[in-house]
Each structure stands twice: as C-alpha cells, then as structure tokens.
C-alpha cells in the first residue's frame, strides 16, 4: 500500500489514549500526514499536547463524548485504564462505540493484544487462532469482550493485535527490562525462547495503513516485529546500552519447580498499589508519574537475580514464531526496525 499519508490528509480523525505510549506516536504521525487530528483527554499532560482539538474528559455517554465523535471519520481506539478493572475499561468502550454509532463514524481502529487467543505465549498463533476460553485475567477478558463486540457491530474494524511493544517510554517492555538488570542478571530458562518483539513506530505505521485500507470489514491483524530474537539477545541487548545486568541461565524444569504449584481460582483484581497509581496518574500526568517511578526504581540498591514468575517462565520458553502474514498480505505492513535499530533509538533518549 502507498500513499498512506496523502490518504489521511484533512480527514477527520479522533485518538483515544493518545497521551499514551503508542499515542504519542501515532499522534504526530497522523499530524505530519495532514490529518485533522482531535483527541480525548481525561488528564492535563493530554489537553497540553499541540496541534491538536481536545475534547476534555473520560470516556462515559454524554454530550462531550457525542461531541468528540461528530464528524470523525476514523476512530483509534487506544485507550485503557489498566488499574481500573475489567468492567469499567468495557463500560468505557460501550460509550464509546454508541457515541461512533450515533455520529456514523467511518471506521474504527483498535487496539487489542495478541494475548486474546488461547493458545499464546506458546504459539503457534495466526488470525484464524481461537480465542482463549479458559482461565482468564481482567485485561485479556476485557480484550476478548472488546473485540467480539466490534466483531458483531456495524462500524468496519481493524483490530491491531500487537505482541511485545517497546521503545522509549514503554513502561513494560523497556522500562522494567532496564530496572530488573540494573538489579541483577536475569534468570531465563534452558533453551530459551523466540522473543516477539516490535517497535513502537512499527506498530504506528500498521495503525495508518489500518486506517486507509480499502473494504474494511471486522478484521484481525497480528502485529510482531522482525524475526530473528530471542529473549537472551533481548536481555542482552538491553543490558548493552545501559552498561549493567546480564542474563544467566537454568533448566526449564528446575525454574518450574522453583515456582511450586499453580494458583487455583481467579486471577485477581488490581491492586490497592494499582488503584492509588491510576488517580495519581490522572492527577499529575502519566510522563511525570512514570519519571517519578523510574527515579524511584533507579535508587533500590541491587538485589541480585531476577527469576521469572509463572506468566513469564512461559513467556520466555515459548518457542513458535508469529509471522504476522495477513498483516504483510492486507495492509502490505513490513516492520522496519530490527532490535539493533530499536535499542540505538532507546539509547538516544536515555539521559546522558
């Protein structure tokens, strides 16, 4: 596909969580191609973004969401409250897509997760995957419930379904690599597996190319980054820009045992922790909370080794590539930065 840009020039688009990770990128991006960008904004760190229309406030039916949404053409749906629960991140996305629906927006581009089948981490997965049906938490029901909905509505739909994002900013998959290496090597087990990483800006590129594609239906797309690492090169590399930490490792068997038996019952709700750091997010801003935290994190003396948890023993064993073919089939999508190339752009922003 070609000509994304001159596509989107002086559309009418509206971004959801776009003072996010992913948001900030796709913001701007959708700026230099000349869109018509508005976004909604519950704290002050969005309404301050440039350029932009705000439409201050949550995500809840009302006057201001109806307002946001008339005249939109597309919709990126981005946003998700982590610490606030399944139900009210779903109660959030009714709104939203009622208020779509009233205002006849275009289409939709959404942001889901590659943890919506059932058989991830261990793979393999492609589109036609089925979607997970066992024991489920908060936020990968709440993806499930999120895409069946879009997936039975009348709006056409692309549901983005990203693996591990990172890149400067990334609070999961930069951020906390860092601060467990800056305490220590990293336990990973004995062989180690295929690390499906990608780069923020690859996943904003396949978020434009969603948006102009023609036929759009309800439609699906994995979103991974280049082939070619694993979750040692991952460690590894991290460890290389910041001068600290390593990576050992133990028997797959050996790291199973350490962890005992598994937990029985539901996966829990979100912490007291959890809750008290979404308020303090949406009192100061999400980049200033996270500095806060990452200064934080950077004067804990070293605690030795890092060894994984249950979710991530699986994570870091799974051994099935995810080649993301009816991304590169549909949307002509190719990511273009390689973990080499993504770790000189992290090391760029890091302070000096």
Not at 259 to 269: I, S
Request: with cysteine; net charge positive; charged share 20%.
């Amino acid at each position: 596909m070609i000509g994304v840009s001159e596509a989107l020039k002086g559309v009418p688009v509206l971004v959801t969580g776009a003072s996010g990770f992913i948001g900030r990128r796709l913001v701007a991006c959708l700026q230099a191609s000349g869109a018509d960008v508005s976004i909604i904004a519950r704290s002050t760190e969005g309404a301050r973004m440039k350029g932009v229309r705000v439409h201050r406030g949550a995500l809840a039916a009302g006057k201001a969401l109806d307002a946001a949404l008339a005249g939109q053409a597309i919709l990126f749906h981005l946003a998700y409250d982590i610490r606030a629960g399944m139900d009210a991140n779903l109660a959030a996305f009714d709104a939203l897509y009622q208020a779509a629906e009233r205002a006849g927006v275009g289409r939709i581009v959404h942001a889901s997760s590659i943890v919506v089948y059932r058989d991830w981490p261990a793979g393999p997965l492609t589109e036609a995957a089925p979607v997970s049906d066992g024991p489920q938490g908060p936020y990968r029901r709440a993806k499930i419930e999120m895409e069946a909905r879009l997936a039975a509505g009348q709006i056409p739909c692309a549901m983005l379904q990203p693996t591990l994002v990172y890149g400067p900013g990334s609070a999961l998959w930069t951020d906390a690599p860092i601060a467990m290496l800056k305490q220590g090597p990293v336990i990973l087990p004995d062989p180690v597996g295929i690390c499906p990483a990608v780069y923020v800006d690859d996943v904003v590129a396949a978020a434009m190319r969603a948006a102009v594609l023609p036929d759009l239906g309800a439609e699906r797309f994995i979103i991974n980054g280049p082939p070619g690492l694993d979750w040692r090169g991952f460690f590894e590399g991290y460890a290389g820009i910041i001068g600290q930490g390593g990576v050992e490792t133990r028997p797959v068997d050996e790291l199973t045992t350490r962890l005992g038996p598994a937990p029985t019952g539901p996966p829990p709700g979100p912490s007291l922790a959890a809750r008290v750091s979404a308020v303090a997010r949406q009192m100061i801003g999400r980049q200033r909370f996270e500095a806060l935290v990452g200064k934080a994190r950077a004067l804990r003396p070293a605690s030795g080794p890092t060894y994984p948890d249950r979710g991530q023993l699986g994570l870091y064993s799974a051994q099935h590539p995810i080649p993301g073919t009816h991304a590169a089939q549909r949307l002509g999508f190719q990511p273009q930065i390689d973990f080499a190339a993504g770790l000189d752009k992290i090391k760029a922003k890091m302070p000096q």
